[in-house]
Nanobody
Framework: VQLQASGGGLVQPGGSLRLSCAAS????????IAWFRQVPGKEREGISY????????YYADSVKGRFTISRDNAKNTVYLQMNSLKFDDTAVYYC??????????????????WGQGTQVTVSS
């Protein structure tokens, strides 16, 4: 069971990136998927979540209106479209999977599986 996060890179403020989280060894549509990010010296922050049962999506206030999470079950991949990127979005981004739903979807202890992280750098 593995998650592979990709799509990070260097982008200017106001630009866009799309991150991908591809799964192997299991089917993503049976799992709840979240994206987290972390900067050095800070806790890992939950930024977006897509619920398995009904596709409901959730966002941290810091990214609401700019980021969109989606899933493509045929490709066994979850995406995070990031628009209007800001300097503060610079971080390592991780995807994570959980078999269970909780309203506190941003709780790291909920997740059984983690991807390896992909670096996003917003810089002019």
């Amino acid at each position: 069971v593995q998650l592979q996060a990709s799509g990070g890179g260097l982008v200017q403020p106001g630009g866009s990136l799309r991150l991908s989280c591809a799964a192997s060894g299991f089917t993503l549509d049976y799992l709840n998927i979240a994206w987290f990010r972390q900067v050095p010296g800070k806790e890992r922050e939950g930024i977006s979540y897509i619920r398995r049962s009904d596709g409901s999506t959730y966002y941290a206030d810091s990214v609401k209106g700019r980021f969109t999470i989606s899933r493509d079950n045929a490709k066994n991949t979850v995406y995070l479209q990031m628009n209007s990127l800001k300097f503060d979005d610079t971080a390592v981004y991780y995807c994570a999977a959980s078999r269970w739903y909780r309203s506190s979807w941003y709780d790291l202890s909920l997740y059984n599986y983690w991807g390896q992280g992909t670096q996003v750098t917003v810089s002019s």
